[in-house]
């Protein structure tokens, strides 16, 4: 190419001619960046189809077709929309992981904690209702990690469950009036159950005493 000035010449006017398209107000750029990015991120699936044990490389495969994805049609997805495709994305290439590999369990965790951030913020939500949306997902996440056989999951998906309810705009109102009303249940509970201990452990302790005399 060095000794060829023609080759030179052709890519000289291209250049000239992308360059002015895209004075002229053609989104030509973002068209030839996402092209090449989606062609980048097949090509990463192509090499794993190619070969099975580069389970990797589905990862920047799926990160990848994202963010062709989102430079392609970013004026139709929009800032939230298309930041959520992103993610989302990147999520993707995390579970695709753990369905070729099932032993590769972990990669369900922020598979499903990318795939929650891309919904919360291709939804929009804020405050609240994005807090209790997030706690939902990873509630969900390590609800999918406890089926597949990871028993100590179960903690952490109620302790999501939990602060989803707690953030949950709807519902802390009512809130407000359960946690106290559910601490006077369990101490009455408790008071009753002392109780019926002690009641009837008064004839039992009798009786022995009764059966000791006539002896």
Known sequence: MKNNPQTWGWILVALGVLFLLQNLGFQIAGWI???IFLAAGAGFIWYYQQNHSQWWALIPGFTLLGLGTLILFEPILGGNLGGGVFLAAIGLGFVAVYFVRPGNWWA???????????????????DNAGGALFFLGLAITFGVVYLVGQRWAVFPALACLALTLVTATALQGLLAYLFPLALLVAGIYLLMRRGGSSAGAGPSEGQFKAKEGEQ
């Open 33 to 35: 960046w996402g092209s």
């Open 108 to 126: 369900l965790i922020p598979g499903g904690t990318l795939i929650t951030l891309g919904a919360v913020a291709g939804s929009g939500a804020r």
